[in-house]
């Protein structure tokens, strides 16, 4: 058979990353304006394997912005001390915004601990994000141990859920409020004037729709906005949501990325969880840059339009 020439331009290319969620993109430089097709294909590949990696990039702070609005308008953070670079940049850092490491008892750095339970971002909010980038900056050297962060597949925990207990989770919903990462730091300052205005506790379905995925349900609860389920006597929520917390540990839902210098990770937060692995903060210096795309309406539960 004749070889046709191939008029095509090499785009990126995208390879999965494991058989539960994630894909790695090489081949793209996201530092420059990505076309409007090229873009179409990492959209796709976003909803389809919901965690994205873009290798080998360097980004300005303008460029990350520039890429992250892309798939929307981004989020700004309701605390100020976030607000190093922009307000719609978070330095997800253990080293001051000038480079000084910070040890463990640093309140920024136990800030941070509380992404060490799975979580979406801004659960917390009546619209919690749609998607985070989070951009690597300095990594963990190879021998460190732990750093990663993990990503669990909601789809895929929702559907291996007992048939009567994804019944029972129907029609419940968590309350989740941003001071409980107070409760689980005490060490904590308390939530000031402003945050308590902005974030006030918000409730959500524990089974949502994806609405850029046909309807298609998954297990949404978090483990650092709250620990117990709306609506049920406060011990029975506690240990449901335990239960819960158990279910989506399971390896077979989940991907470890473990970031390497010029990482973009791109996730979406309407399906996945997601939780940093502990590390030694004292002894190592971790400098990532997240952006936030702000979500399109609030979470949509199997029954909330009926
Ligand atoms: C975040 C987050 C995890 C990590 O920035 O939202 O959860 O591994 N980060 O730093
Ligand atoms: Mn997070």
Same mark, same amino acid.
């Given at each position: 058979?004749?070889?046709?020439?191939?008029?095509?331009?090499?785009?990126?290319?995208?390879?999965?990353?494991?058989?539960?969620?994630?894909?790695?993109?090489?081949?793209?430089?996201?530092?420059?304006?990505?076309?409007?097709?090229?873009?179409a294909r990492i959209h796709r590949a976003f909803l389809e394997h919901h965690?994205?990696?873009?290798?080998?990039?360097?980004?300005?702070?303008?460029?990350?912005?520039?890429?992250?609005?892309? %798939?929307?308008?981004?989020?700004? %953070?309701?605390?100020?001390?976030?607000?190093?670079?922009?307000?719609?940049?978070? +330095?997800?850092?253990?080293?001051?915004?000038?480079?000084?490491?910070?040890?463990?008892?640093?309140?920024?750095?136990?800030?941070?601990?509380?992404?060490?339970?799975?979580?979406?971002?801004?659960?917390?909010?009546?619209?919690?994000?749609?998607?985070?980038?989070?951009?690597?900056?300095?990594?963990?050297?190879?021998?460190?141990?732990?750093?990663?962060?993990?990503?669990? +597949?909601?789809?895929?925990?929702?559907?291996?859920?007992?048939?009567?207990?994804?019944?029972?989770?129907?029609?419940?919903?968590?309350?989740?409020?941003?001071?409980?990462?107070?409760?689980?730091?005490?060490?904590?300052?308390?939530?000031?004037?402003?945050?308590?205005?902005?974030?006030?506790?918000?409730?959500?379905?524990?089974?949502?729709?994806?609405?850029?995925?046909?309807?298609?349900?998954?297990?949404?609860?978090?483990? +650092?906005?709250?620990?117990?389920?709306?609506?049920?006597?406060?011990?029975?929520?506690?240990?449901?949501?335990?239960?819960?917390?158990?279910?989506?540990?399971?390896?077979? %839902?989940?991907?470890?990325?473990?970031?390497?210098?010029?990482?973009?990770?791109?996730?979406? +937060?309407?399906?996945?969880?997601?939780?940093?692995?502990?590390?030694?903060?004292?002894?190592?210096?971790?400098?990532?840059?997240?952006?936030?795309?702000?979500?399109?309406?609030p979470v949509v539960g199997p029954f909330s339009r009926q």
């Amino acid at each position: 058979m004749a070889t046709v020439a191939q008029a095509t331009v090499a785009g990126p290319s995208i390879r999965p990353l494991g058989s539960a969620l994630g894909a790695e993109v090489t081949g793209v430089d996201l530092s420059r304006r990505v076309d409007d097709d090229t873009f179409a294909r990492i959209h796709r590949a976003f909803l389809e394997h919901h965690f994205l990696v873009f290798r080998d990039q360097a980004l300005t702070v303008e460029q990350q912005i520039a890429f992250s609005e892309r %798939f929307g308008p981004l989020e700004a %953070f309701p605390e100020k001390d976030k607000q190093k670079d922009a307000a719609t940049v978070y +330095n997800v850092a253990n080293v001051t915004a000038d480079g000084k490491k910070l040890g463990s008892k640093d309140i920024q750095v136990i800030f941070l601990k509380v992404n060490a339970r799975w979580h979406t971002d801004s659960s917390y909010r009546s619209v919690p994000s749609l998607a985070s980038l989070l951009y690597c900056i300095e990594p963990l050297p190879d021998e460190a141990v732990g750093g990663e962060t993990e990503y669990a +597949n909601m789809f895929a925990a929702h559907d291996a859920l007992p048939e009567d207990l994804r019944r029972q989770l129907e029609p419940l919903h968590m309350v989740h409020y941003y001071e409980y990462g107070r409760r689980l730091y005490p060490e904590l300052p308390p939530m000031t004037h402003h945050e308590r205005v902005h974030v006030p506790p918000v409730c959500h379905p524990v089974i949502r729709v994806h609405p850029d995925r046909g309807g298609k349900r998954s297990l949404f609860f978090t483990e +650092n906005a709250g620990g117990e389920i709306g609506g049920m006597p406060l011990a029975q929520g506690q240990a449901l949501h335990r239960q819960l917390v158990e279910h989506v540990t399971d390896p077979r %839902f989940s991907y470890k990325h473990r970031w390497r210098k010029g990482d973009l990770g791109v996730w979406d +937060n309407r399906c996945l969880l997601h939780r940093l692995r502990e590390y030694d903060e004292d002894r190592y210096r971790r400098v990532l840059r997240r952006t936030t795309v702000a979500g399109a309406g609030p979470v949509v539960g199997p029954f909330s339009r009926q």
